[in-house]
């Protein structure tokens, strides 16, 4: 069984983790006409918009209620109305979500109860606009489970309840936070490939994937509709894919009775296997001849690239689901696990990593416990340490803001578990060292008993 060590130190030298109330922000930016609202001060508003335009490279539409002293003492049930209204009024969102932060938290303020004030007092003027809250703390959890919290939220807030017909050959696929834009797009293709109609939720493919408007929009342009949110449990069966999307999956099964399917992860030959005949199997329909060639292109580059894998050392620092994403391939690959640091415990996947144990910490932690290790895999925070330790960094997760084009990497299913073993293969050879003709014969420099010294003006 895999140990989950406890932090260790009081505060974070280098921070691996992404706070709650950003992991809510960035699922609400996956659903089209949205405005992500953070509840809280404005430096904590204008932290998450640093990271999110650094990583996407993109205009990121997100708000703050600026709370400041005195809202702070006297409670922001004020802020927050007005931040609405104005939202309301300038930018006609279809969706405001709230994401609250630990100001508001710890103060113990009752969000959900001033938003339904709100939403009694000014029903007329915020008629066409959905506000959903989620309820992120800073001080509790990770960017996973503000992803989760606000997705879960959507479907509690909007999706009508109710057993209802199903639309056949319609499915509704939850991803996690740690699929790129590039992922879900494959994920779409892949699933229209079968004749099935797929409702993504977040599908930040639409609203992240570096596109430009022929016109200025002030919210997200793309994405799932709040439509489509609405009419989820119309769905004929619910694909959720990371265990922190498992609570999102069950209470849409609660409120509509659509029943899921949940992956632990897409990458690798086997999870791809087991995604496929699922949907064929929902489909009735044979895998096409597409796919089928994909799967042969990754057994070749699996046959190809496990010699560059074999008995290499990884150290890897993520959240807990991507972190069981990467553990599990590379020792699929031939390699093992020299260091797991991950962000929070409060994922039941942590148990399932192929590592002995798990440091819960930051990347400070990474570095410590990544001697001797041949890559690292982290986000770019994680560059300092790769420079230190002299050891090659693979960039994963977020952020990746000294890199272009992260999130149109892809890295699930056959054709991405494909680019993933060239791209670390490809890592591994350019860093390899040349061996020393000592190294190649250990024999070389031996001293046999009783001969003569050679003299050291002529030994070589």
């Known amino acids: 069984m895999t140990r ?65 002293e005195v809202a702070t003492i006297l409670g922001g049930a004020d802020n927050l109305e007005e931040a609405i209204m104005n939202l309301k009024t300038r930018t006609k969102p279809k969706l405001i979500g709230v994401c609250t932060t630990a100001l508001v938290e710890t103060r113990g303020e009752d969000s959900a109860g001033d938003i339904a004030d709100i939403r009694l007092k000014r029903a007329e003027e915020l008629a066409g606009t959905e506000i959903v809250l989620a309820n992120t703390p800073d001080f509790s959890g990770a960017l996973e489970e503000g992803w989760a919290t606000a997705v879960t939220a959507m479907i509690e807030g909007i999706t009508r309840p109710g057993e209802r017909a199903r639309q056949s050959k319609t499915i509704a696929i939850l991803p996690g936070w740690n699929l790129t834009v590039a992922d879900v797009e494959h994920l779409r293709e892949m699933v229209e490939g079968f004749g099935l109609q797929p409702v993504i939720l977040p599908d930040v493919s639409g609203s992240l994937d570096g596109t430009v408007p022929d016109h200025w929009v002030t919210t997200t342009y793309g994405g799932t509709s709040v439509e489509d949110i609405r009419e989820l449990g119309a769905v004929e069966h619910c694909i959720a894919i990371g265990e922190h999307m498992r609570r ?23 999870s791809a296997d087991q995604f496929f005949s699922l949907l064929s199997g929902i489909s009735g329909e044979p895998v096409p001849t597409g796919v089928c060639r994909r799967r042969a292109q990754l057994q070749d580059a699996l046959l190809d690239g496990h010699f560059h894998f074999g008995g290499n ?78 050891i090659p960094l693979m ?66």
């Open 395 to 460: 960039r994963v997760g977020f952020p990746v803001f000294d890199r272009l084009g992260s999130q149109h990497k892809l890295s699930i299913l056959y054709q991405g578990t494909r680019d993933l073993v060239f791209e670390v293969a490809n890592m591994f050879q350019a860093n390899r060292h040349a061996p020393t003709p000592q190294e190649l014969d250990p024999f070389r420099k031996r001293e046999t008993p009783g001969a003569p010294r050679a003299s050291p003006l002529t030994r070589h």
């Open 4 to 68: 989950i060590l406890s932090k260790n130190k009081s505060a974070s030298v280098n921070p691996l983790k992404s706070s709650q109330p950003l992991g809510a922000a960035l699922a609400f930016l996956g659903v089209e006409g949205a405005m992500p609202l953070l509840h809280g001060s404005q430096g904590c508003t204008s932290f998450a918009l640093v990271l999110l335009v650094r990583h996407f490279k993109e205009t990121i539409p997100l708000q703050t209620t600026a709370m400041d």
């Open 248 to 270: 999102p999956a069950e209470v849409l099964h609660k409120v509509t009775g659509v029943p899921y399917v949940l992956f632990e992860t897409l990458t690798g030959l086997k």
């Open 313 to 390: 050392k990884i150290a890897i620092a993520a959240e807990p689901d991507q972190l069981y994403q990467f553990a599990t391939f590379f020792v699929d690959m031939g390699s093992e696990i020299a260091a797991a640091v991950t962000t929070t415990d409060m994922s039941q996947i942590l148990q399932e990593v192929p590592a002995e144990s798990i440091q819960i910490g930051d990347l400070g932690d990474l570095e410590a416990l990544a001697g001797g290790a041949d890559l690292l895999v982290t986000h770019s925070h994680g560059r300092q340490a790769s420079q230190r330790l002299g």
